[in-house]
């Protein structure tokens, strides 16, 4: 990171390097991998802790300010940890401010297909920002670990979009230097996996309509089921309707740090303490004892 801070404040009219904006909840590491890297961040409104929800009037109000020269990532789809997304028409509006704004989109796709269980769905964001939006600068980090259930190997792609033949060319030799100073050449044998998985007919269709339908499906019930437990079993005091509105592997519960050191420490339930539960880790055995412990610590 250091070579491309020189690269930069060589080639680029700006003395500093841009500064990046990520959401007020979002991947842990977004923001070690930027302190450690020696960039300047900071958090833009998403998540409203009263709703449980996408905080989209102050997202948009923070967009229609923010300084050029920025970069603001977005998570593409199945937001981690609050599973909160906008809606179609909501990206849509984003992408009109941002282009106007004249920053660069930084996507983060890690879940493409557990949202909804639909590729093309769960890819409307970065389609959409590429081929409507009309936003020139646009990156995507895009990770096949989960979807395609190759977490050990840590397999995905970088893709960087770019406006000419000349900004492809000096992309690609910064892109080469950097992989070449880092790593040198990864291990292929994930990649290869993926790469197998992508271009041999009959398994991409296997993958794309069986597989991860089933994968999505089972969490989307689960999400039901605990919901369910919850309001109609249990009678809880709470509505748990974000529950079932938030998408993806994950659930941003609403709990406080008291309430889940106490799920841990009474009940041997784990969760981060921000209250991020995986939805995946639920099934029809557990689910209920789950949605029980929740009740005793929320009452």
Known sequence: FGFIKEQWTKASPYSELPMLYFPNQTWGNHRMIAAHAGLKWESYPYHDPKTNGLDFQNLMTF????PQNSVVLFHAVAHNPTGCD??????????????????????????????????????????????????????????????MG?????????????????????????????????????????GKIAELLLTDAEL??????????????RIITMREALRSALENTLKSSRSWK??????????????????CDQLMSEHSI???????????????KNV????????????
């Open 63 to 66: 967009l229609k300010n923010v």
């Open 86 to 147: 906008p809606t179609q028409e909501q990206w849509k509006e984003i992408a009109e401010v941002v282009a106007k704004r004249e920053v660069a989109v930084l996507f983060d796709s890690a879940y493409q297909g557990f949202a909804s269980g639909d590729f093309a769905r769960d890819a409307f964001s970065c389609r959409y920002f590429r081929n409507e939006g009309k936003i020139k600068n646009i990156m995507l980090a895009q990770s096949f670990a989960k979807n």
């Open 150 to 190: 190759l977490y050990g190997q840590r397999v995905g792609v970088v893709s960087v979009d770019c406006n000419s033949k000349d900004e492809y060319e000096k992309v690609m030799s910064q892109v080469k230097m950097i992989a070449r100073a880092m790593y040198s050449n990864p291990s292929t044998h994930g």
């Open 204 to 217: 991409r269709k296997e993958w794309i309509e069986s597989d991860i339908v089933t994968m999505s499906n």
């Open 242 to 259: 974000h529950i079932t509105d938030q998408i993806g592997m994950f659930c941003f519960t609403g709990l406080n740090e008291q309430q």
């Open 270 to 284: 784990y969760l981060t303490r921000n209250g991020r539960i995986s939805i995946a880790g639920l099934n029809t």
């Open 288 to 299: 209920n004892r789950v949605a029980e412990a929740i009740n005793a610590v929320t009452k």
